[in-house]
């Protein structure tokens, strides 16, 4: 733990832990050691590191749960809250806005994967590629969903670029709960799976070959094929509801006798 100085130790925990956030060392949802352990890791006192946790309490970057335990909370809830609003009152115009965007910041995250990730990212760049894969075979949808947003939060982290790790983290978690939209009715058709997890593969081996502009085409082709994909999932089952409806006179008439 690196020292600041005029700072207190409590001080110094938070710092400390703070920049372990912020990096994405510490995940949401990370649960930290007990109290003894983690005083003792941290090589201060147990009234020490609680003031410390007291402090990243009150930043909103840690919380306790039920039974005692401390976890990193959920970040970039003051970007993701509008979102949640406009998805409520406006779904598919603003689906169609947010991956327009993601294909953007998809195309940037990977080109600085390409160049910047490390022997260690790459490691975990391809434990969630074997992932995926083994998803696939038996098509269990749910997992390879979400061996899927795995993958891109570690595209993230592997571009070495806290900013979009903290804005992108935020975003991911909105999708793996279905807020954008249900990647499960996405893994759910047979051609598409196929073709996302094609698409992921040429992403990943183009970040593994250091090959940014590849990286980037691949990441951005890939968001727009899902762009175009959703749009034709929603077209066809707007179709079908309206077939449902024309054999009752959409609930509205007396059966003919």
């Keep these: 733990m690196t020292e600041i100085k005029g700072a207190s130790a409590a001080e110094q925990v938070a710092r400390h832990v703070e920049d372990l956030i912020r990096e994405g060392s510490l995940r949401p949802g990370a649960q930290l050691l007990a109290e003894r352990e983690l005083a003792a890791r941290l090589k201060v006192s147990r009234p020490t590191l609680r003031q410390g946790i007291k402090l990243l309490e009150a930043k909103?970057?840690?919380?306790?749960?039920?039974?005692?335990?401390?976890?990193?909370?959920?970040?970039?809830?003051?970007?993701?809250?509008?979102?949640?609003?406009?998805?409520?009152?406006?779904?598919l115009e603003t689906i169609d806005d947010y991956l327009e965007f993601r294909a953007t910041m998809e195309r940037m995250a990977a080109?600085?994967?390409?160049?910047?990730?490390?022997?260690?990212?790459?490691?975990?760049?391809?434990?969630c590629m074997e992932r995926m894969d083994r998803a696939h075979g038996p098509a269990d949808a749910g997992a390879e969903a979400a061996a899927d947003v795995d993958l891109h939060v570690t595209i993230y982290e592997s571009s070495h670029n806290l900013v979009?790790?903290?804005?992108?983290?935020?975003?991911?978690?909105?999708?793996?709960?279905?807020?954008?939209?249900?990647?499960?009715?996405?893994?759910?058709?047979?051609?598409?799976?196929?073709?996302?997890?094609?698409?992921?593969?040429?992403?990943?081996?183009?970040?593994?070959?250091?090959?940014?502009?590849?990286?980037?085409?691949?990441?951005?082709?890939?968001?727009?094929?899902?762009?175009?994909?959703?749009?034709?999932?929603?077209?066809?089952?707007?179709?079908?509801?309206?077939?449902?409806?024309?054999?009752?006179?959409?609930?509205?008439?007396?059966?003919?006798?």
Excluded: C, W
């Excluded at 039920?66 to 909370?73: H, M, S």
């Excluded at 080109?111 to 434990?127: C, E, F, H, P, S």
């Excluded at 066809?236 to 054999?247: D, G, K």
């Design 60 to 91: 909103g970057l840690l919380a306790s749960e039920t039974g005692g335990a401390t976890v990193v909370a959920p970040l970039g809830t003051s970007i993701t809250d509008p979102l949640v609003a406009l998805l409520t009152e406006q779904p």
């Design 164 to 257: 979009l790790l903290q804005i992108m983290r935020a975003l991911a978690g909105m999708l793996r709960t279905g807020v954008f939209y249900n990647r499960d009715k996405l893994y759910s058709r047979t051609e598409v799976r196929d073709v996302l997890r094609d698409q992921h593969r040429a992403i990943f081996e183009a970040i593994i070959a250091r090959d940014p502009a590849r990286a980037g085409d691949a990441s951005e082709a890939h968001m727009l094929y899902i762009r175009d994909a959703l749009r034709a999932i929603h077209a066809s089952e707007a179709r079908l509801e309206i077939s449902l409806r024309r054999i009752d006179g959409g609930n509205l008439t007396s059966p003919r006798r």
């Design 111 to 127: 080109t600085l994967a390409a160049v910047r990730a490390n022997d260690i990212d790459r490691a975990a760049l391809t434990a």
